[in-house]
């Protein structure tokens, strides 16, 4: 039995490894999903003790939250799962835009209610800033969404320092979701001393940094989906990428497991940051991600991961 991990300081119990959704419908992310596996793929997730499922109005747009309500409503254990969306795009002939407005968002969580079948929603972020609402009345809004328990718990995802400022003016966040990993870590030095005063947790997006965290790839590798945009991903900066990965292979070696466990392990060892959630587009990759609870890092093995990424 897993033990769960309490959420910051909300009210949400979690496996520390959670499962980030994008994959599940997501079809403007990813080429040739089929809808059947990523349902079959949910209640893997579910059946394996997993409890916190990632997810965004954006993933599809709106696919992922619709199958993965449909799946939880049928394992019938709503209780029991702790669903995780964000809102903000605002979709229309110009393109995406953001929108933060208190209108918008009150609006696009009674949405995300129907799409996710459910009453409530127990974490919801506001995805990405807008360039115009005050962050206070954006996360004030939710407070009222929160009073009246259609929330749980308050969330922001992709804001800087300054907005998250502003956005906990009232003390009101209590979870913000950011680009973290072992290839990109300026989290660390702007938010993370923040997030640690306040008491808020930190949930990282990209831990795997697309799967090039694994060590599964070399420089011949070739990429036809949202990769091929990717800053790690991009020429002389994908063979360093690389060459710092390949150092962690014989600690994974002498430990008779995957790199992706070591890199998993590690952030879990990072005091704002409570649950992780990599994704997966098949069963035996939630598993290998399940795996990481196993993995003992001394404080000596910690200190070289971190040395060999912070070149």
């Not at 259609?150 to 804001?159: D, L």
């Not at 060459?243 to 497991?257: G, T, V, Y």
């Amino acid at each position: 039995m897993v033990k769960k991990v309490q959420l910051g300081r909300t009210e949400l119990y979690v496996n520390p490894i959670g499962f980030g959704a994008n994959a599940v419908g997501g079809h403007n992310l990813y080429p040739n999903l089929d809808e059947a596996e990523g349902r079959e793929l949910v209640h893997t997730v579910l059946q394996q003790g997993v409890n916190f499922i990632d997810t965004a109005f954006i993933y599809g747009p709106k696919r992922s939250e619709e199958l993965i309500g449909e799946v939880v409503k049928e394992q019938g254990n709503r209780a029991e799962t702790i669903i995780a969306t964000k809102a903000a795009h605002r979709l229309n002939h110009e393109g995406e835009q953001f929108n933060n407005h208190p209108t918008f968002l009150k609006t696009a969580v009674d949405e995300a209610l129907g799409r996710l079948q459910t009453d409530y929603i127990d974490l919801f972020y506001i995805h990405f800033p807008d360039k115009d609402t005050p962050k206070d009345e954006a996360v004030g809004a939710l407070k009222e969404l929160k009073d009246a328990g259609k929330i749980r718990a308050i969330g922001v995802s992709n804001f800087s320092l300054q907005q998250l400022q502003e956005a906990n003016k009232d003390g009101y966040v209590d979870v913000v979701q950011g680009e973290y990993n072992l290839l990109s870590r300026d989290a660390e030095h702007e938010l993370f001393p923040y997030l640690k005063e306040q008491q808020i947790s930190f949930v990282p997006y990209f831990p795997l940094a697309s799967g090039l965290l694994t060590g599964k790839f070399n420089e011949q590798a070739t990429f036809d989906d949202l990769r091929r945009g990717l800053p790690y991903f991009q020429n002389n900066v994908f063979s360093s990428n690389l060459a710092k990965i390949e150092q962690l292979r014989p600690m994974a070696a002498e430990k008779n497991i995957k790199i992706a466990h070591l890199v998993l392990a590690w952030y879990l060892t990072r005091e704002v940051i409570d649950v992780i959630i990599p994704g997966a587009k098949r069963a035996e990759q939630l598993l290998m991600n399940l795996e990481t609870l196993n993995v003992p890092l001394t404080d000596k093995e910690i200190q070289v991961i971190d040395t060999i990424f912070n070149k």
